[in-house]
């Protein structure tokens, strides 16, 4: 069993700019949430997707979007980045169904830079 | 919207002690509350978690107690060893996303000193 890879670990980003990040979920997962944890808070929700779609959205503006594909795996984009958007990027999966879509398995994270 | 509070943000316990993280919510709705640990440029990952149909549930030296009516549920550490220095997030559902989705607390860090 394989768990929740994502790439970049790590890069830098000057603003204005534009970033994709990749996730690809823990294997019988079908749900990939993505968070957002800035240097000393608590992760803050971005959104989910479930079956290809948006399932649910935090309180972040539409510049920040996303994809999953089939076989469950997901992008996180972010236009035009911003000083504030420097954080943590978590991804996490979760099989949908019989309570599980909360039991979220984390992964690493991509740290991104805003310069 | 849930909005879930989490105390205190620092708590330093020397080995061996007992540490007790509390936690409350505000949407009575929410039905399953996590702890996860955070080692110091690591991922987050669930150590314990409990359902709104149980009172209280251990797992070793760890165990969660949940206050329905209260809205609070708590995380009891005993014979706290350095290995469990970390930053302790609670969560519940809800929040603009729904109940599919996780807010979670500030953060607790929690330091066992020798």
């Known amino acids: 069993e394989t768990g929740v890879t994502q790439s970049p670990t790590h890069l830098i980003k000057t603003r204005g700019q534009q970033v994709t990040l990749r996730c690809s979920s823990q294997?019988?997962?079908?749900?990939v949430s993505w968070y957002q944890q800035a240097l000393g808070q608590g992760p803050q929700f971005i959104f989910q997707y479930y079956r290809e779609e948006e399932n649910g959205r935090g309180n972040f503006p539409p510049r920040f979007s996303g994809l999953q594909f089939p076989n469950y795996s997901s992008e996180l984009n972010v236009n035009a980045l911003e000083l504030d958007d420097s954080a943590l990027y978590l991804c996490?999966?979760?099989?949908?169904?019989?309570?599980?879509?909360?039991?979220?398995?984390f992964g690493a994270g991509s740290r991104l830079t805003v310069l | 919207g849930e909005n879930v509070e989490q105390h205190p943000s620092t708590l330093s316990v020397q080995e061996g002690d007992s540490a007790v993280i509390k936690c409350t919510y505000s949407d009575s709705a929410s039905n399953y509350f996590p702890w996860y640990k955070q080692e110091l440029g690591k991922r987050p990952q669930l150590i314990i978690d409990i359902r709104s149909n149980v009172g209280e549930k251990k797992d070793q030296r760890i165990a969660v107690t949940l206050n329905k009516t209260a809205k609070h549920f708590s995380l009891h550490i005993t014979e706290t060893q350095p290995e469990d220095s970390a930053v302790y997030f609670c969560a519940a559902p809800g929040g603009p996303g729904g109940y599919n989705k996780l807010i979670f607390g500030a953060g607790t860090r929690l330091a066992v000193h020798p």
């Open positions: 294997s019988g997962h079908n749900t």
């Open positions: 996490a999966s979760s099989l949908a169904g019989r309570g599980g879509a909360n039991v979220l398995t």
